[in-house]
C-alpha cells in the first residue's frame, strides 16, 4: 500500500509524514514561545529557550521549502467529490493561508532576531546571516507581527482540524482518513476510479 | 530703620528675581551628538551592562559664579533606548521594564542645585520614569566651559545618581545585585 507519492486519490507517504511534522512543529513552537517569553531571567531555560525556538524555526523554514517543492512536483490528490463546491473552494483558500502564514511567522520571527545584524545560530552547528534593517525598531515591528501571525495560525488551524473532523464524524467520508494514510476506499463516489 | 529694612528686602528681592536672567541659557547640543544619557546595571554582580537613550533633549541654564540659580531640564524618549542588542532593547522597552507604548517619555526636571566644592553640584529634581516620578539627586561636575572653533560657547557637565527598579514600578527583578540602576548624564550645552 505504501506510496511514496501522492495519487489523484491518495495522499503519498512523503505528504503525510511532513504534514504531521509540520503541524506537530509547529504547535511545539507555538508552545514553546508562549511559554519562553515570560520566563525568569534566572531560569535555565531563559536562553535554552529561545536558542531552541529559533533553531526550530529555522528547520522548519527549511522543512517548508521541502513541502512546497514536493507539492509542485508532486501535486496533491483532488478533493473528494463529497466535497462541495464551497467547501473545496475554502480548502483551497485556507490551504493557501496556511501556507502563507507558515512561511511570514518564520519571517518575522528572523526579522526579530537579526534586527541588529546579529546572525542565528541553528542548534550550534551552523548560523543563519543577518540582512540589512528593513525597518525602524524592527525588532519591535516584527515581533508584533510575529505573534499577531502566530494567533492568527493557531486560530486557522483550530478551523483546518474543525473542518476534517466534520469530515470524518459528520459526513463520513475519507477527508481525514486520507490525511491519516489509512483511507482504503479514498471517498466514496470515487470508488470508480479505485477499481482495478 | 523701617525704611532701611524696607530698601534691604528690596534689594534683596531684586537680586533674587534678577538671578536667573544672568544665568546663561544652554541647549544641550543634540545635534552635533556632544550628549549622552547612559546608563549602567549590573550583570548577576559579575560585570557591567552599558545601555543609552540616543534620542532626547534638554537645556539648562548656568552661572560659575552663582551655581545656585542653574537648572536643568532633559525629556528622553524612552523607545530610544539601545543596549547593542535588539532582543534585549525590545525586552527592556516592553512591558517588563519601560512600557514605552505607554510611557514614552521620560525626564528630569531640577528644582535646586547647591554647590558641593569646586566646580561640583548637586542637582536636585524629579524624575519621571515609567510614569513615576520621584525626587532624586544628581551628583555633577563641570567638566569645562569655554569658546569653541566656530564661535560658539560651550558647557559641559557629567553627573549621576542611582535610582532602584522598584521605585519606578520596573517589574522584571533582576536578581540581587541588580536592583539599581546608575544614570549617567553626560551632556554639552551650546550658549544661546
Known sequence: ?196 | MKIRNLFSAIALGLTVAAAPATAADYIIDKEGQHAFVNFKISHLGYSWLYGTFRDFDGRFSFDATRPEVSSVRVTIRTASVDSNHAERDKHLRGSDFLNTGKHPEASFVSTGVTSTGEGSFDISGNLTLNGVTRPVTIAAKLLGEGADPWGGYRAGFEGSTRIALKDFAIAKDLGPASQEVELILSVEGVRQ
Open chain 1, 1 to 196: 500500500m505504501t506510496q511514496w507519492r501522492n495519487s489523484a486519490e491518495r495522499y503519498g507517504l512523503v505528504a503525510i509524514v511532513l504534514h504531521w511534522l509540520v503541524a506537530l512543529t509547529v504547535f511545539g513552537l507555538f508552545g514553546l514561545g508562549l511559554w519562553m517569553v515570560d520566563l525568569d531571567y534566572y531560569d535555565a531555560w531563559y536562553r535554552r529557550g529561545p536558542a531552541l525556538h529559533k533553531s526550530v524555526g529555522l528547520t522548519l523554514f527549511a522543512v517548508l521549502l521541502l513541502r512546497v517543492g514536493w507539492r509542485r512536483w508532486s501535486p496533491p490528490p483532488l478533493p473528494p467529490s463529497t466535497h462541495t463546491a464551497l467547501e473545496r473552494r475554502a480548502a483551497r483558500v485556507a490551504h493557501l493561508l496556511l501556507y502563507l502564514l507558515l512561511f511570514a511567522l518564520a519571517c518575522s520571527g528572523y526579522l526579530i532576531s537579526t534586527a541588529d545584524g546579529r546572525p542565528i545560530p541553528v542548534f550550534g552547528l551552523f548560523e543563519v546571516p543577518a540582512l540589512p534593517a528593513l525597518v525602524e525598531d524592527q525588532e519591535d515591528v516584527a515581533g508584533a507581527i510575529h505573534e499577531w501571525l502566530a494567533w492568527s495560525l493557531v486560530a486557522l488551524v483550530a478551523v483546518h482540524a474543525l473542518a476534517a473532523l466534520k469530515h470524518h464524524f459528520i459526513d463520513r467520508d475519507a477527508t481525514l482518513r486520507r490525511m491519516l494514510g489509512v483511507a482504503r476506499n479514498p471517498s466514496r463516489s470515487s470508488t470508480e476510479e479505485n477499481r482495478p
